[in-house]
C-alpha cells in the first residue's frame, strides 16, 4: 500500500509547493583530501533540499503557511523528512522506490576549495507524479498558489510541470514555474500565472541573446502576449530583477553586497514573490520584497536560509525604477 506521510490539513493562505527531484544538501568540511588516506571530515550542515522544498523552507521561516509536497525514497528521503519535521515545514511526502539524491559539498579548508558531488536521483514512474499531483489538488481550503520547479528527475516526462499547471488550472489554482529548457517551454505553453526565469533561461526560452534591458523586456512581454503568462519576474543576479506584467515594467535594483553563497537565491526570490502576491502586493511591491529575499540569502553561507530580519534591512535599500512601455521597442 502506498503509504503518504501528510501531516497538516490545509489552511486559508497556504502555499503549496512541489518538488520531483528533492535533495538532502550535505555540507561537509576537511582540512585537504589525501589520496589513498583518510580524511577526517565534520558535517557542516545538512539541510532538505530541491526547489519546492526550497521555497518551502522559506516561506516557513517568513511565517506563511506552506506544504511541501515531494516524493521521496529510501533513507535519505526519511532523513528529509526527519529535517523538515525538525524544521516545522509541513509536508506530504510520497515513498518511491530507490534512493532520495545526496548533494555533497566538500570544502577543504586548506585551499577553501569546494567539491561539488550530486548523485542521480530515483528514476520515478507516471502515476508516482499523478498520485502527488492528486494529493496536491485534494488540499482543502485551496492553496493560493502551487509553485513548481526544479530539474526532473530520470522518467519524468518534459510536459510534467504543463501538466500540473493544466490541473491547476481546473481547479482553479494559479501558478508559479521556475523551471529551464523544455520542462519550462512546455510549461509555459499551458499558461502558468508566473514565471521566475533567470536571464539565461528567459533566453533560451525566446531562442535569442539578452544583453540589453530593452531586449529582456521585449521578451518578457512576448512570453506574456503569447502564452497568457500574467508575470514574468526576471532575475538578474546581483543586479537584482525585472517584475513585468501587461501593464508595466519595473526594474528591482538591490544594494552592492559581498555575496556569501548563491546557493538557493533563485528558490528565496519565488518564496518572496510568492508570499507578498498572496497579501495582495501590487506587482513593484511583491518584487520589491522578492529582491529582498534573494539578496537577503545570498549573504547567508552555503545552503542556510535568508534571515528575517536582513529582509526586513535590504526591503528599504532597493532602488526601484518605473520602465517605459516604449522600452521594450528599442533593442
Ligand atoms: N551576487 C548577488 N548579489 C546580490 N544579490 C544577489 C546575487 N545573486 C543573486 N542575488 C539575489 O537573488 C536573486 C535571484 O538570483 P539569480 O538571478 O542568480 O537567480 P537564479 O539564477 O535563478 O539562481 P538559482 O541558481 O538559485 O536558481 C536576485 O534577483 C538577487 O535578489
Ligand atoms: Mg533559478
Known sequence: MRRVFCDVPGRPGLIATLTLNPTLDDAVETVSLIPDDVSPARTVRIDPGGKGINVSRTLHRLRVPTIAYALIAGWSGHRLQDLLAAEGVAHCLSPIPGETRVNLVITTTADNVQYHLHYPGPGVRHEDI??????????????????????????????????????????????????????????????????????????????????????????????????????????????????????????????????VSRVGAGDAMVAGMAKALAAGETLVDAARYAVAVGTAKVLSPGTALAQVDEVQRLQALIRVEKLDAAQSHTA
Open 130 to 259: 499523478t498520485l502527488l499531483l492528486a494529493d496536491m489538488a485534494a488540499l482543502d481550503p485551496k492553496p493560493v498558489f502551487w509553485v513548481q520547479g526544479g530539474s526532473l528527475p530520470p522518467g519524468a516526462p518534459a510536459n510534467t510541470y504543463a501538466v500540473a499547471i493544466q490541473q491547476a488550472h481546473r481547479h482553479g489554482i494559479p501558478t508559479i514555474l521556475d523551471a529551464d529548457r523544455e520542462p519550462l517551454r512546455l510549461g509555459v505553453n499551458a499558461s502558468p500565472y508566473l514565471i521566475k526565469p533567470n536571464r539565461y533561461e528567459l533566453s533560451r526560452l525566446v531562442g535569442q541573446d539578452l544583453t540589453t534591458r530593452p531586449a529582456m523586456l521585449a521578451a518578457a512581454r512576448s512570453v506574456i502576449a503569447t502564452h497568457g503568462v500574467q508575470i514574468v519576474l526576471l532575475s538578474l543576479g546581483a543586479d537584482g530583477a525585472l517584475a513585468i506584467n501587461r501593464q508595466e515594467a519595473w526594474a528591482l535594483i538591490p544594494p552592492p553586497v559581498t555575496p
